[in-house]
């Protein structure tokens, strides 16, 4: 299971920095910005602006800003695009990206990765609603990864591999265990109830809205052909 907390929480100096520079193109307008970039509520604004995630983007290959700064921006940005329009859905998923993408490399079962069916098989033998909760999210959270990131990883194997299952078989897994997860009541000591349901009632319209990510900007794994890229985007488009 993932830490609670979020991306936003997590932001440095380095990363307001960053923002103040990215969105204050006249100098004149740098000071306004970093007292606004301290309080809470404008923050949340200024990470919305377009211009920030089209920065980021263009920015040189070592960026000095955190993992949480760049996925978050980066997140909420193609939900915003997607129809999803709850914060905290990008702050959560956002901080899903970070974790696994620092621990796990670039494929998906690099650096530890897990099958589902590990994770699912070890949640029925959970002793305690705590281990369900976690396990639970986390099946969630690997769902997401996943069909999120990695969609031609998913493809191929339905494809072409021994793996008869496809996104929407993944979907409906994560959308179970997080729905599950958030009517427990350690999600609600957490308070995580409201999100991980959220996000279940949206997990294709988030799948969808991670892949375009991909798709577009970013090159987190080896590409397919073109052929079997249109294929997968043809055959597992959701819409809002």
Same mark, same amino acid.
């Given at each position: ?24 193109? /006249? ?111 986390e099946i969630g959270d690997v769902a ?30 994560g959308s179970r265990s997080w729905s ?16 991980? /349901? ?43």
């Amino acid at each position: 299971m993932m830490d609670a907390a979020g991306c936003r929480t997590r932001m440095t100096a380095g990363d307001l920095e960053f923002l103040v520079q990215a969105l204050g193109e /006249d100098p004149d307008d740098r000071a306004p910005l970093e007292e606004l970039s301290r309080d809470p509520e404008a923050l949340d604004r200024l990470l919305d602006d377009p211009r920030l995630f089209a920065r980021l983007l263009e920015a040189p290959a070592l960026l000095h800003v955190s993992p949480w700064f760049f996925y978050y921006v980066l997140v909420r940005r193609t939900f915003l695009d997607h129809g999803i329009e709850r914060r905290r859905a990008a702050d959560y998923v956002g901080a899903l990206l970070s974790y696994h993408l620092q621990k796990r490399g670039d494929r998906p079962r690099q650096g530890g990765g897990v099958y589902l069916v590990d994770l699912v098989h070890a949640m029925r033998e959970a002793r305690t609603p705590w281990d369900a909760f976690a396990l639970q999210t986390e099946i969630g959270d690997v769902a997401l990864w996943l069909t999120g990131l990695f969609p031609d990883w998913v493809y191929y194997r339905r494809t072409y591999g021994r793996r008869p299952v496809d996104l929407e078989y993944y979907e409906a897994m994560g959308s179970r265990s997080w729905s599950a997860a958030a009517s427990s009541e350690t999600a609600g000591r957490l308070d995580l109830g409201e999100v991980l /349901d959220y996000m279940a009632e949206r997990f294709p319209l988030m799948r969808q809205a991670l892949n375009d990510l991909v798709d577009e900007h970013l090159h987190l794994a080896p590409r397919p052909g073109s052929v079997s890229g249109l294929c997968r985007q043809a055959l597992w488009r959701v819409t809002n």
